[in-house]
Antibody, heavy 117, light 107 residues
Framework: EVQLVQSGAEVKKPGESLKISCKCS????????IGWVRQMPGKGLEWMGI????????RYSPSFQGQVTISADKSISTAYLQWSSLKASDTAMYYC??????????WGQGTLVTVSS | DIQMTQSPPSVSASVGDRVTITCRAS??????LAWYQQKPGKAPKLLIY???SLQSGVPSRFSGSGSGTEFTLTISSLQPEDFSTYYC?????????FGQGTRLEIK
């Protein structure tokens, strides 16, 4: 069974750094793209970027280029999303997703990030 | 980037009604379109891929059609569990883009 298990909810202050994770199992981690999706409170779904763990090829949506870093560790089948300096506007639910030709086949359960002073 | 525009933003309907949601792409995407259902506090769920293919386990009252730039999702006879938000997503090229969502509410 394919599973994507995300790290738990986070409460941070503006300016702090953060790295959230997505532990993948039940399939070959290195042969499928993994993506991250943001959902701000009461809003729609936004693609942030994707990574191919096999060779770490990473692509960012224009709105998120330079704002976050997506990475993956093949040795532990885990993808990451990180911020170097959080803003209040980063408050959102973040989902990781396994892609098959840009189609989301599986979703993580979501990680709620709250940024507040 | 390919922009996806859904209409209507929200719709009210009753159990048993037939509902259609439309999604338009800013440029042709052939049949590279998916539909997802999202319930509050939950991750989205894949309903339809390749514009008209029903994902395994999804009830047959859901159907999709279209190609090029115009697509539709139809629910033939609404059930109580169908009241959710629906998103289209183009799977043609990166950056991947979603429509803004259609909220289906009980009348």
């Amino acid at each position: 069974e394919v599973q994507l298990v995300q790290s738990g909810a986070e409460v941070k202050k503006p300016g702090e750094s953060l790295k959230i994770s997505c532990k993948c199992s039940g399939y070959s981690f290195t042969t499928y793209w993994i993506g991250w999706v943001r959902q701000m409170p009461g809003k729609g779904l936004e693609w942030m970027g994707i990574i191919y763990p096999g060779d770490s090829d990473t692509r960012y949506s224009p709105s998120f280029q330079g704002q976050v870093t997506i990475s993956a560790d093949k040795s532990i089948s885990t993808a990451y999303l990180q911020w170097s300096s959080l803003k209040a506007s980063d408050t959102a639910m973040y989902y990781c997703a396994r892609l098959d030709q840009l189609l989301v086949m599986n979703w993580g359960q979501g990680t709620l990030v709250t940024v507040s002073s | 980037d390919i922009q996806m525009t859904q209409s209507p933003p929200s719709v009210s309907a009753s159990v048993g009604d037939r509902v259609t949601i439309t999604c338009r792409a800013s440029q042709g995407i052939s049949s590279w379109l998916a539909w997802y259902q999202q319930k509050p506090g939950k991750a989205p769920k894949l309903l339809i891929y390749a514009a008209s293919s029903l994902q395994s386990g999804v009830p047959s009252r859901f159907s999709g059609s279209g190609s090029g730039t115009e697509f539709t999702l139809t629910i033939s006879s609404l059930q109580p569990e169908d009241f959710s938000t629906y998103y289209c997503q183009q799977t043609n090229t990166f950056p991947i883009t979603f429509g803004q969502g259609t909220r289906l509410e009980i009348k």
